[in-house]
């Protein structure tokens, strides 16, 4: 689909408890998340009015409010359910989410990459 425009957050940081390898999921950990969602901006680019795109803050309260309520063994799971509160709003067309666990690795950083289109 073409004519699409794309809003992203990216270095959003929050923490909660999650994982699948033993005591993963018994103290919080901190989960790195950069979000797009492509849509189409014609109406808040000509309004210049926020009721007409989706508010980064709002985007941003949503991926922290999941990371910090849920509890996930994968991170595959984690990002299914980001995908799902992206996708509450009917103007998404598509969205990715890429989620990092940083410091669980020595010398690595796992990333998951999701893509979902409506």
Not at 39 to 48: C, E, G, H, Q
Not at 50 to 75: F, M
Not at 76 to 96: H, K, N, S, T
Request: aromatic letters at 2%.
């Amino acid at each position: 689909m073409s004519g699409l425009d794309r809003i992203e957050v990216r270095g959003i940081r929050a923490w909660g408890h999650h994982g699948a390898n033993p005591g993963e999921q018994e103290v919080a950990q901190r989960i790195d998340v950069d979000l797009a969602i492509d849509l189409d901006l014609r109406a808040a680019r000509a309004s210049d009015d926020l009721a007409d795109t989706v508010s980064y803050a709002e985007l941003h309260a949503r991926v922290v409010r999941i990371v910090a309520r849920e509890r996930c063994a994968l991170l595959e799971r984690l990002g299914e359910l980001i995908l799902d509160a992206l996708f509450v709003d009917a103007r998404v067309v598509r969205a990715r989410v890429a989620l990092a666990k940083p410091g669980l690795l020595a010398g690595a950083t796992p990333v998951v990459t999701l893509h979902r289109e409506r």
